[in-house]
């Protein structure tokens, strides 16, 4: 455990340095508040800091109160030192965002049981942190392919779609199906479908690029989305893919499987106006199209498919709310 020490003082700043070593923590210290707050401010800042109170520029409660006001993670410990030991102090100091104090002079096993009972406060925090991202993770992702859901994925959407219509920029738009996938669960059981959809799901994440969003959209299809790509980028991208899909056969409980998909494919560069539920139709038709087509191929939304993502969107607005 790194732990900071902030003290003007040198005889001071230098006795805590001893204990601490002493006790075996790692100690960075700082002369000033000044010093003290860019040190707090850094990517790698100690977890837990011991600020006297007294100190050139800002004082101790000065770097509480800044630090508070970030709110960085992970969380800070500090332990505010001060030969003040009048109640109003105590509380000015807690309440700018302390978690406890000490007064000098301070007794060494005194401090050392403090800092204990902050290193249980920072475990805590962590292990709430960790289950805190554990459910944010569960509530966005698939739980058997583990990229994002469908809500997240849709949102996505949502969002990259506006992004490219305010920055003039082009967004690929992928909705990719695995062909005769009931089969294999009809035929084979579901453990070797489960199977086949992660192996397909691992190819996609392989084949996109760092930035690119890949979702599970239904049982069997899945939503690719693919920034700053254009119609010849997508049509290349979604071939990639769909050969990443079909060059090697997928090895499952029930055996070797081959697979095939087939991908309905949109850029928004060709319909920069549109919405992001008239592109998700668009693609969705012109996956209909590969199907019927023959599958195991891609087919780039055009004319047809954007005219019948304008009626739909017509149709669903003449009806007007719609009751369960």
Known sequence: ????????????????????????????????????????KAPDAPRMALLD???PGQNGVDVCRALRKQRPEPYTYILLLTA????????????????????????????????????RLLDLEDNLVQAREAMRFKATHDTLTGVWNRGAILETLDR??????????SLGVLIADLDHFKSVN???????GDAVLRQVTKRLQTDVRPYDAVGRYGGEEFLVLLPGCNSSDTREKAERLREAVFRE??????????????????????????????????????????????????????AAEHEEAHLSSLELSSQGPQKD
């Open 186 to 192: 009809d035929t084979y059981g579901h453990l070797a």
């Open 249 to 302: 056969s997928i090895q499952t409980p029930a055996g070797i499987l081959k697979i095939t998909m087939s991908i309905g494919a949109v850029s928004t560069a060709d319909w920069p106006q549109d919405t992001s539920n008239q592109i998700l139709q668009m693609a969705d038709s012109a996956l209909y199209r590969a199907k019927a087509e023959g599958r195991n191929r891609i087919v780039m939304a055009g």
């Open 1 to 40: 455990m790194r732990i900071l020490i902030a003290d003007d003082e040198s005889v001071s700043r230098r006795m805590l340095q001893a204990l601490l070593g002493k006790w075996g923590y790692d100690v960075v210290s700082a002369e000033d508040g000044d010093s003290a707050w860019e040190k707090l």
């Open 53 to 55: 109170w007294m100190m």
């Open 84 to 119: 003040k030991d009048a109640k109003d102090s105590v509380v000015e100091g807690l309440e700018s965002g302390a978690d406890d104090y000490l007064t000098k002079p301070f007794n060494p096993q005194e401090l050392k049981a403090r800092i204990r009972v902050g290193l």
């Open 160 to 169: 990259e779609t506006g992004r490219s219509r305010r920055e003039g920029l």
